[in-house]
């Protein structure tokens, strides 16, 4: 019919009738099928309302709850005989929607279904149940905040629930989750005075009890308890909650009211086990009031009850036992930790032996009472490692009898020995400590809480304190057996502290001051830091082996990462102090010659003596940076402790360096003054200050060379690469460039500039010819005389200048007249050969550019008869070959003096006896090519090689 008839009027009837039929026989789809065409087709029919009506129940029947929602919430929304069914069926579409949820664990959202019902429909007869459900899904988060804000609303709107009880139960167990015990224990009171089962009731006002007591509110506790054994006499509970009711009155100050019910108690129950608990309590009043000496007689009555229990076979309390002897061995540590080692000498010994005795007693006490097994064995294992610190810690501190400051010194360095063989037994027993507790304590469970609630109520205990715990007490072993090993260490530290404040004898010399503190470093504070540093090393690896770290382990490595500096800084100072005073006394030294004074003699002895001093003072330094370092690096310290030891090492060997090499050249300018004068004066005095200061000058250099090859040899060992050890490979390459090139694997650009014709000569001294701005255009080159004898396997040649006599010259046509001959004027004629000239001195000139980086660069020269050298302005060297002999060779570094672009090096040369002397040099430079090369070299890493292009520019003059 709907085929054949689609728009007849009776369609909608039969687009009806069919659903209806599909609907009767639960086949829902078909049914939706018909009725959704119908209310599509024809909305505004007789049956379409009647459509809608079976279609939200038909989407309800087959599961859709969301959909039966949807046209619920459309259908109630119209004024038909439907409304109230369907606003029935979309409560109950929400709240099966929610138990989906619920069902598949999605708490959160569950609860907050479970809420939106009762907020669309808050009439629906199961909205109580849909808030009492919403609670419980908050529980199980858990939420308890949300949870007790719902509980809160189903009482309030639903008072006669049949889910108030179970409501009443869960919330007072919420308020007690989240600590608020005051409401925690009015809800139970309520639901004890509420509930008709005697039972729950029993639990609820216990529990009521309980939580007046953690909320600390004493009076109504012991309300509480009263009205428990009004209401239930016989429960197994009464008497003991009456009994604890005296433990509330102590706390109320109530004296008279607790031993009133001790009294009942005791006579009620002569041979309870309570009465060893009731002197118990009565002692933890007197103890809080301070009134020891009370206090302790009741913990004694106490023992005594209970071992009159136990002698006759009654049960006695264990824990109670555990706990009065606890707490009177307390007092007794308490004294015992007031107990200090002070003067006069008998009662000094007195109280050692005083304290030794307690010190028995106490670890006894504190061993039976972990003997007893009860929750105070944590605590009380922890005390017996105390005990033995704290007997330490009083013997580390006593005073000491004798004023003699050598004398203190000595015995503070017998209690620090004895003290820390104390420390040792403290940090044992705690270890002892350590391997008993953890067979007690129990791995923290990874299952979750079960948060489900039957709504009875169950019994509360009293929460457990952190301090009844194991782990808590490990925790405090473990720190203290760091700390005790980090006091141990920290016993030679007063002893340290006192040789280092050590006075040096009265009536020595600067220099024999210096050798005393090298050698008290040497012999006493060196063995005594190894000592400290060598127990703080002890802490970290006992620590490391027991996976402890806390702040006492910081400490060490503190401590280890001074220490380990301590002996090489001072040994750096002293060879400092020892430079300066050597500095201070070059300048009397100068004063004693000019005064031709004998005594400076003896005072270049002792400059010669300082000097040796200074250096091996440095290169011990630099053994003891070294070790330092290896122990730093051994003992794993963090990358700075380690970073700063490296850094400060090679900061003071560069240092070191670089004081010694001023000074060597201080010397040296002296020395070449003072040979100046003895060959103006033949002065004795002049000739003796020359040979001294050229002594110190050489001393002072090698000396500077040990220290740079001592400090690069650990550069390569530890492959470091920082200011310091940047500035000692440079100042290596700097002098001797190709042994130290092949030892990094870099390769250096060298150039070389032998002396030939196109270096330039003049017989005249003009001003400012030994700077690069000087123009010599007008200057002659070089004469090449042959090839170089004194300095030979060189390309140089030997030259000089040979001029013509201007009154010869005088007699020649314009065109022969010539002032100069060089080789590119060979003498041949035999005229001009009768006019040469060849002059006494002569000025040379050789300007060469470095394109690049100078590394390094000498000069090697060798003239008949002597010699000024000067390099870019800068006086260098001066020699003279000594009368009748042959030229010697020399070798000049010029590192210093080299600038990157143009340079010059000038040489004054004079042939004093007309012996027809010449000058033969070779100038060598050696060059990287570029800033990235520098780089490379002084961060440790191997340098393109020479020659390669780079597309860097060479560095412009800020760079430079």
């Given at each position: 019919?709907?085929?054949?008839?689609p728009q007849?009027?009776e369609?909608?009837?039969?687009?009806s009738k069919a659903g209806?039929?599909?609907?009767?026989?639960?086949?829902?789809k078909?049914?939706?099928?018909?009725?959704?065409?119908?209310?599509?087709?024809?909305?505004?029919s007789?049956?379409?309302l009647?459509?809608?009506?079976i279609?939200?129940e038909?989407?309800f029947?087959?599961?859709?709850?969301?959909?039966?929602?949807?046209?619920?919430d459309?259908?109630?929304?119209?004024?038909?005989?439907?409304a109230e069914?369907?606003?029935?069926?979309?409560?109950?579409?929400i709240?099966?929607?929610?138990?989906?949820?619920?069902?598949?664990?999605d708490h959160?959202?569950?609860?907050?279904?479970f809420?939106r019902m009762?907020?669309t429909?808050?009439?629906?007869e199961f909205a109580?149940?849909?808030?009492?459900?919403a609670a419980?899904?908050y529980d199980?988060?858990?939420d308890?905040?949300?949870?007790?804000?719902?509980?809160?609303?189903l009482?309030?709107?639903?008072?006669?629930?049949?889910?108030?009880?179970s409501?009443?139960?869960?919330?007072?167990?919420d308020?007690?989750?989240i600590?608020?015990?005051e409401?925690?224990?009015?809800?139970y009171?309520?639901?004890?005075?509420?509930?008709?089962?005697s039972?729950?009731a029993v639990?609820a006002?216990?529990?009521?009890?309980?939580s007046?007591?953690?909320?600390?509110?004493?009076?109504?506790?012991?309300?509480?308890?009263?009205?428990f054994?009004?209401?239930?006499?016989?429960?197994d509970?009464a008497?003991?909650?009456?009994f604890?009711n005296?433990?509330?009155?102590l706390?109320?100050?109530?004296?008279?009211?607790a031993?009133?019910i001790y009294?009942?108690?005791?006579?009620k129950f002569?041979?309870?086990?309570?009465v060893v608990?009731?002197?118990?309590?009565r002692g933890?009043?007197?103890?809080?009031?301070?009134?020891?000496a009370e206090a302790?007689?009741?913990?004694?009555k106490?023992l005594?009850s209970?071992e009159s229990?136990?002698?006759?076979?009654?049960e006695f309390?264990?824990?109670?036992?555990?706990?009065?002897l606890?707490?009177?061995?307390?007092l007794?540590?308490a004294?015992?930790?007031?107990?200090?080692?002070?003067?006069?000498?008998?009662?000094?010994?007195e109280?050692?032996k005083q304290?030794?005795?307690?010190l028995?007693?106490?670890v006894?006490n504190?061993?039976?009472?972990a003997a007893?097994?009860?929750p105070?064995?944590?605590e009380?294992t922890y005390?017996?490692?105390?005990?033995?610190?704290?007997f330490a810690?009083?013997w580390?501190?006593q005073?000491?009898a004798?004023?003699?400051e050598n004398?203190?010194?000595?015995?503070?360095k017998?209690i620090?020995e004895?003290?820390?063989?104390l420390y040792r037994?403290a940090?044992d027993?705690y270890?002892?400590?350590v391997?008993?507790?953890?067979?007690?304590?129990?791995?923290?469970?990874?299952?979750?809480a079960?948060?489900?609630?039957t709504g009875?109520?169950?019994?509360?205990?009293a929460?457990d304190?952190t301090?009844m715990r194991p782990?808590?007490?490990?925790?405090?072993?473990?720190?203290?057996i760091?700390?005790?090993?980090?006091k141990m260490?920290?016993?030679g530290?007063r002893?340290?502290?006192?040789?280092?404040s050590?006075?040096?004898?009265a009536?020595?010399s600067?220099?024999?001051?210096?050798?005393?503190?090298?050698q008290l470093l040497?012999?006493?504070?060196?063995?005594t830091?190894?000592?400290?540093?060598q127990a703080?090393a002890n802490?970290l690896?006992?620590?490391?082996?027991?996976?402890?770290?806390?702040?006492?382990?910081?400490?060490s490595?503190t401590?280890?990462a001074?220490?380990a500096?301590?002996v090489?800084?001072k040994l750096?100072?002293l060879?400092?102090?020892?430079?300066e005073?050597y500095a201070?006394?070059?300048?009397e030294?100068v004063?004693?010659?000019?005064k031709?004074?004998d005594?400076a003699?003896d005072?270049?002895a002792e400059?010669?003596?300082?000097?040796?001093?200074?250096?091996?003072?440095?290169?011990?330094s630099a053994?003891?940076?070294?070790k330092a370092?290896e122990?730093v690096r051994?003992?794993?310290l963090?990358d700075?402790q380690?970073?700063?030891a490296?850094?400060?090492?090679m900061?003071?060997?560069s240092?070191f360096?670089i004081?010694?090499?001023?000074?060597?050249?201080?010397?040296?300018?002296?020395r070449n003054?003072y040979?100046?004068?003895?060959k103006?004066?033949d002065?004795?005095?002049?000739e003796?200050?020359?040979?001294?200061?050229?002594?110190?000058?050489l001393?002072l250099s090698?000396?500077?060379?040990k220290?740079l090859?001592?400090?690069?040899?650990?550069v390569?060992?530890?492959?470091?690469s920082?200011?310091?050890?940047?500035a000692?490979?440079?100042?290596l390459l700097?002098e001797?460039?190709?042994?130290y090139?092949?030892?990094l694997?870099?390769?250096?650009d060298?150039e070389?500039?032998?002396s030939?014709?196109?270096?330039r000569?003049s017989?005249?001294?003009?001003p400012g010819?030994?700077?690069v701005?000087f123009?010599?255009?007008?200057?002659?080159?070089a004469?090449?005389e042959?090839?170089?004898?004194?300095?030979?396997?060189?390309?140089a040649?030997a030259v000089?200048l040979?001029?013509?006599?201007?009154?010869?010259a005088?007699?020649?046509?314009?065109?022969?007249?010539a002032t100069?001959?060089?080789s590119?004027?060979?003498?041949?004629t035999d005229?001009?050969s009768?006019?040469?000239?060849?002059?006494?001195k002569?000025?040379?000139?050789?300007?060469?550019?470095v394109s690049?980086?100078?590394?390094?660069?000498?000069v090697?020269?060798a003239?008949?008869?002597s010699?000024?050298?000067?390099c870019?302005g800068?006086f260098?060297a001066?020699?003279?070959a000594?009368?009748g002999?042959?030229?010697?060779?020399?070798t000049l570094?010029i590192?210093?003096f080299?600038?990157?672009?143009q340079?010059?090096?000038?040489i004054?040369?004079?042939d004093?006896d007309?012996?027809?002397?010449?000058?033969?040099a070779v100038?060598?430079?050696?060059r990287?090519?570029d800033?990235?090369?520098?780089?490379?070299?002084l961060?440790?890493e191997r340098?393109?090689?020479?020659?390669e292009e780079?597309?860097q520019?060479?560095?412009?003059?800020n760079?430079?």
């Open positions: 019919f709907i085929k054949l008839f007849d009027e369609t909608p009837a039969m687009l209806a039929l599909y609907y009767q026989r639960h086949d829902f078909h049914a939706l099928r018909y009725f959704k065409t119908l209310t599509k087709h024809f909305p505004q007789d049956q379409a009647y459509a809608r009506f279609t939200m038909s989407y029947g087959k599961g859709d709850y969301k959909s039966a929602e949807i046209v619920a459309r259908l109630r929304g119209q004024n038909s005989e439907y069914r369907a606003n029935q069926r979309l409560a109950q579409a709240f099966l929607q929610a138990k989906t949820f619920a069902d598949s664990l959160l959202r569950a609860a907050r279904e809420q009762v907020a429909t808050p009439d629906a109580d149940l849909a808030l009492f459900n419980q899904e199980k988060l858990p308890y905040t949300q949870a007790i804000a719902v509980y809160q609303q009482l309030a709107q639903h008072p006669q629930s049949e889910y108030r009880l409501a009443l139960n869960n919330l007072a167990f308020y007690h989750e600590g608020d015990f409401d925690a224990a009015v809800t009171r309520e639901l004890a005075d509420s509930t008709p089962d039972s729950q639990t006002l216990y529990n009521a009890s309980v007046y007591v953690e909320a600390e509110n004493w009076r109504q506790a012991i309300a509480v308890n009263n009205a054994a009004d209401r239930f006499p016989n429960a509970e008497d003991d909650l009456l604890d005296a433990k509330y009155y706390k109320l100050q109530d004296l008279e009211s031993n009133a009294a009942r108690f005791a006579e002569p041979d309870s086990p309570r608990e009731a002197h118990y309590l933890e009043y007197f103890r809080s009031q301070n009134r020891l302790r007689a009741e913990y004694e106490a005594a209970s229990l136990h002698t006759s076979g009654r309390d264990d824990y109670f036992t555990a706990e009065a606890f707490q009177l061995t307390e007794t540590f004294e015992y930790k007031a107990i200090r080692f002070t003067l006069p000498e008998p009662a000094l010994s109280k050692k304290k030794k005795d307690l028995l007693q106490l006894n504190y061993t039976k009472v007893f097994g009860t105070r064995l944590y009380a005390r017996i490692g105390n005990s033995y610190e704290e810690d009083a580390a501190n005073e000491i004798t004023t003699d004398a203190r010194i000595v015995a503070r017998e620090s004895t003290t820390a063989g037994e940090v027993a270890k002892k400590g391997e008993v507790l953890r067979r007690f304590a129990q791995p923290d469970s990874t299952a979750p079960d948060t489900s609630r009875a109520p169950a019994r509360l205990s929460s304190s301090e782990e808590h007490w490990i925790a405090k072993c473990e720190e203290k760091s700390e005790d090993l980090f260490a920290e016993t530290h002893t340290l502290d006192d040789l280092l050590a006075q040096v004898p009536g020595m600067k220099l024999e001051q210096l050798v005393y503190q090298q040497k012999k006493a504070i060196f063995p830091v190894e000592k400290v540093l703080h802490n690896s006992e620590s490391a082996a027991l996976n402890l770290e806390n702040r006492w382990v910081d400490s490595r401590r280890v001074f220490l500096k301590l090489p800084e750096a100072g060879a400092d102090a020892a430079l005073f201070q006394r070059l300048d030294y004063s004693l010659v000019e031709d004074d005594a003699f005072l270049g400059l010669s003596n300082l000097v040796s001093l200074a250096t091996d003072l440095a290169l011990n053994a003891a940076y070294k370092v122990r051994a003992l794993q963090s700075e380690i970073t700063d490296e850094a400060e090492m900061q003071r060997l240092e360096a004081r010694e090499d001023s000074l060597a050249v201080a010397a040296e300018t002296k003054a040979d100046q004068r003895f103006e004066t002065a004795a005095n002049y003796d200050a020359f040979y001294t200061l050229d002594d110190l000058d001393s090698d000396g500077r060379t220290i090859k001592a400090g690069f040899e650990m390569r060992e530890f492959q470091l920082n200011t310091g050890s940047q000692i490979v440079l100042a700097r001797q460039p190709e042994e090139a092949a030892q694997d870099i390769e250096l060298t070389v500039f032998p030939s014709s196109d270096w000569a017989a005249t001294q003009e010819w030994t700077d701005s123009s010599d255009s007008l200057w002659s080159p004469y090449r042959g090839a170089a004898t004194a300095i030979a396997d060189t390309l040649s000089w040979t001029e013509i006599d201007p009154t010869f005088a007699g020649l046509d314009s065109s022969q007249q100069t001959i060089s590119e004027s060979p003498l041949q005229d001009l009768r006019a040469i000239r060849r002059p006494d002569v000025y040379f000139r050789r300007e060469f550019a690049g980086i100078p590394i390094s660069g000498r090697l020269l003239v008949d008869d010699s000024r050298v000067y870019n800068r260098v001066e020699f003279a000594p009368k002999g042959k030229p010697a060779a020399h570094n590192a210093r080299l600038e990157q672009r340079n010059i090096v000038a004054e040369a004079t004093r007309r012996s027809r002397g010449s000058l033969e100038v060598q430079v050696w990287l090519q800033l990235e090369q520098l780089r490379k070299v961060s440790g340098p393109d090689a020479a020659g780079h597309g520019d060479h560095m412009d003059s760079e430079e």
